[in-house]
């Protein structure tokens, strides 16, 4: 079975490769990348060694590693199709012998090989000592195998979700994840620095080395002091979780094969469905505004793209000003960057509907059908952003203590905002462009320059459009005149309206002139 199951994952990877040249070409090209890197880790592992701090960074090192191997198969179940197990079973296979040949096929791979590196180079950074390079041969593969482990188990338990609508739903925000993720790393630095080096992390190293797997770097620097006694009960550790994860795995592993997935239940009686409807529905108007805005809040929750957008948007609009505000060098302006994100997602937005626009477009027969279509659209985005954009100044403020500047900022916000809707409604009919449904790109082949003319560009005249108001803001702090700032209030408000008002009212002849053309562009994808 073991050896069966190691074939099919090399048969795989060589069928996979013979696919395409470009194919080729990108996974030797990520060879060769995640090798320099591992090389380049390790070599700074190995000079590492001797230092006070080396088995701290050794066992952070192999903890996050652990964190990588538990979270990825969430993120990109597709990257790997032996992690699906469903595939399985159909055969008449015990899970015994499925288990074991299946941790054997996974440490087949780039991810096991730069695992494997990057261990090895925490074991040796580490390790002090004969006792200490002795333990480090175990310690190394347990540290290994653990990893592997817990990303079947994570995987085999959430295969089902995972292969959904929902699952692909969380890949998709995969790229929220990176996002937030490389905030924090340079926020904790930064920290990090300011706190006097690695040392400060040396109270949560000693936390993780009784967690599997660092436990099993740890039992080295145990090793390595002469605590002999403290080496065997990590290491007992380090096997006793990978014992766990094992038992995990084949548990996951028997229920999948041998309970019904939703394709074999019978479906739910239409009787038994709520008849209650819509609650959100009843608080839209009636008409054709209330549909167009409903249908677009819809493709907000359940459209895995146009979610990821809004999701992306809500998050960096938040964590730039306020991590920027912990770090003591933010601006309460950085407030203003919450509206931005958010203005960006009234760009191009017929390429969201896809081909579906089609229905779109058979409702639109004037420039008055294409106003009330793009006004609505244009409601249902403020529904979100304007609370968003006020709770994001208001928390800013507080954070900085900068409560004079509050209505000024707030003002801006709103005039930048009715400026980014405004060039968002005029890019959408002028630069359309299709959205793929699958995959992670925003764009199909062919359209990458109508994408960047419209979002950049448009968010270029935004910025020129605010003009006015910031020249405003400029010229009463220059005379001194900062107590009649709360005027930007109710200046940036109105103006922010003034010019959403007017961008539809110049997008809606276009958009009804262009229908075929648009139709043509957002239905590439």
Same mark, same amino acid.
């Given at each position: 079975?073991?050896?069966?199951?190691?074939?099919?994952?090399?048969?795989?990877?060589?069928?996979?490769?013979?696919?395409?040249?470009?194919?080729?070409?990108?996974?030797?090209?990520?060879?060769?990348?995640?090798?320099?890197?591992?090389?380049?880790?390790?070599?700074?592992?190995?000079?590492?060694?001797?230092?006070?701090?080396?088995?701290?960074?050794?066992?952070?090192?192999?903890?996050?590693?652990?964190?990588?191997?538990?979270?990825?198969?969430?993120?990109?179940?597709?990257?790997?199709?032996?992690?699906?197990?469903?595939?399985?079973?159909?055969?008449?296979?015990?899970?015994?012998?499925?288990?074991?040949?299946?941790?054997?096929?996974?440490?087949?791979?780039?991810?096991?090989?730069?695992?494997?590196?990057?261990?090895?180079?925490? *074991? !040796?950074? %580490? +390790?002090?000592?004969?006792? =200490?390079?002795? #333990? &480090?041969? @175990?310690?190394?593969? $347990?540290?290994?195998?653990?990893?592997?482990?817990?990303?079947?188990?994570?995987?085999?338990?959430?295969?089902?979700?995972?292969?959904?609508?929902?699952?692909?739903?969380?890949?998709?925000?995969?790229?929220?994840?990176?996002?937030?993720?490389?905030?924090?790393?340079?926020?904790?630095?930064?920290?990090?620095?300011?706190?006097?080096?690695?040392?400060?992390?040396?109270?949560?190293?000693?936390?993780?080395?009784?967690?599997?797997?660092?436990?099993?770097?740890?039992?080295?620097?145990?090793?390595?002091?002469? *605590? !002999?006694? %403290? +080496?065997?009960?990590?290491? =007992?550790?380090? #096997? &006793?979780? @990978?014992?766990?994860? $094992?038992?995990?795995?084949?548990?996951?592993?028997?229920?999948?094969?041998?309970?019904?997935?939703?394709?074999?239940?019978q479906a739910a009686e239409p009787g038994r469905r709520?008849?209650?409807?819509?609650?959100?529905?009843?608080?839209?108007?009636?008409?054709?505004?209330?549909?167009?805005?409903?249908?677009?809040?819809?493709?907000?929750?359940?459209?895995?793209?146009?979610?990821?957008?809004?999701?992306?948007?809500?998050?960096?609009?938040?964590?730039?000003?306020?991590?920027?505000?912990?770090?003591?060098?933010?601006?309460?302006?950085? +407030?203003?960057?919450?509206?931005?994100?958010?203005?960006?997602?009234?760009?191009n937005q017929f390429g969201q509907d896809t081909s579906?626009?089609?229905?779109?477009?058979?409702?639109?027969?004037?420039?008055?059908?294409?106003?009330?279509?793009?006004?609505?659209?244009?409601?249902?985005?403020?529904?979100?952003?304007?609370?968003?954009?006020?709770?994001?100044?208001?928390?800013?403020?507080?954070?900085?203590?900068?409560?004079?500047?509050?209505?000024?900022?707030?003002?801006?916000?709103?005039?930048?905002?009715?400026?980014?809707?405004?060039?968002?409604?005029?890019?959408?009919?002028?630069?359309?462009?299709?959205?793929?449904?699958?995959?992670?790109?925003?764009?199909?082949?062919?359209?990458?320059?109508?994408?960047?003319?419209?979002?950049?560009?448009?968010?270029?005249?935004?910025?020129?459009?605010?003009?006015?108001?910031?020249?405003?803001?400029?010229?009463?702090?220059?005379?001194?005149?900062?107590?009649?700032?709360?005027?930007?209030?109710?200046?940036?408000?109105?103006?922010?309206?003034?010019?959403?008002?007017?961008?539809?009212?110049?997008?809606?002849?276009?958009?009804?002139?262009?229908?075929?053309?648009?139709?043509?562009?957002?239905s590439k994808g």
């Amino acid at each position: 079975m073991t050896r069966v199951l190691v074939q099919l994952k090399l048969a795989l990877l060589r069928n996979g490769l013979r696919q395409s040249a470009g194919r080729r070409a990108a996974y030797l090209a990520s060879v060769v990348v995640v090798l320099l890197i591992a090389a380049l880790q390790l070599l700074g592992l190995v000079l590492l060694h001797g230092n006070a701090h080396a088995a701290t960074v050794g066992t952070l090192l192999t903890a996050l590693l652990a964190l990588g191997w538990a979270v990825l198969p969430l993120f990109f179940p597709s990257g790997d199709e032996t992690l699906d197990p469903t595939r399985l079973v159909m055969l008449p296979l015990r899970p015994d012998p499925l288990v074991r040949g299946l941790l054997v096929a996974s440490l087949v791979g780039i991810g096991p090989l730069f695992t494997l590196t990057l261990v090895v180079g925490a *074991a !040796y950074a %580490t +390790a002090r000592g004969p006792a =200490a390079a002795a #333990v &480090a041969v @175990l310690a190394v593969p $347990l540290a290994l195998l653990t990893c592997v482990a817990l990303a079947r188990a994570v995987a085999a338990a959430n295969i089902r979700l995972l292969t959904s609508r929902k699952g692909r739903d969380l890949a998709v925000l995969s790229g929220l994840v990176v996002a937030i993720g490389a905030q924090l790393v340079n926020f904790g630095v930064q920290r990090l620095g300011a706190a006097g080096g690695v040392g400060a992390l040396d109270p949560v190293a000693d936390v993780l080395r009784w967690i599997p797997p660092a436990s099993a770097i740890g039992a080295v620097d145990a090793a390595g002091d002469g *605590a !002999y006694g %403290t +080496a065997v009960a990590r290491l =007992a550790l380090s #096997v &006793a979780g @990978l014992v766990f994860l $094992l038992t995990t795995w084949r548990r996951a592993l028997t229920h999948l094969m041998t309970s019904p997935d939703g394709s074999t239940i019978q479906a739910a009686e239409p009787g038994r469905r709520s008849r209650r409807g819509d609650p959100g529905r009843r608080l839209l108007p009636d008409g054709r505004t209330g549909t167009v805005m409903g249908r677009t809040l819809r493709y907000v929750w359940r459209d895995p793209k146009t979610k990821a957008a809004w999701v992306t948007s809500l998050a960096i609009g938040l964590i730039v000003p306020v991590l920027n505000a912990l770090q003591g060098t933010g601006s309460v302006y950085f +407030a203003c960057f919450a509206a931005g994100m958010l203005g960006i997602q009234m760009y191009n937005q017929f390429g969201q509907d896809t081909s579906a626009f089609w229905i779109v477009a058979m409702t639109i027969s004037s420039p008055r059908d294409a106003y009330l279509e793009m006004r609505a659209r244009a409601l249902a985005l403020l529904l979100i952003t304007l609370p968003y954009a006020t709770l994001v100044t208001v928390v800013t403020t507080a954070m900085l203590g900068a409560w004079a500047d509050f209505a000024e900022v707030l003002g801006l916000s709103f005039a930048l905002l009715g400026a980014m809707l405004a060039t968002g409604a005029w890019s959408s009919a002028r630069f359309p462009y299709s959205i793929p449904q699958e995959g992670y790109k925003n764009v199909v082949p062919g359209q990458a320059g109508l994408a960047w003319i419209s979002i950049f560009g448009g968010m270029v005249a935004a910025a020129l459009l605010c003009a006015p108001v910031l020249a405003l803001t400029i010229t009463l702090h220059a005379q001194g005149a900062d107590s009649w700032s709360w005027t930007l209030l109710p200046i940036g408000a109105a103006y922010g309206a003034a010019a959403t008002l007017l961008g539809l009212r110049l997008a809606a002849p276009r958009t009804a002139d262009r229908l075929p053309e648009i139709l043509t562009a957002v239905s590439k994808g």
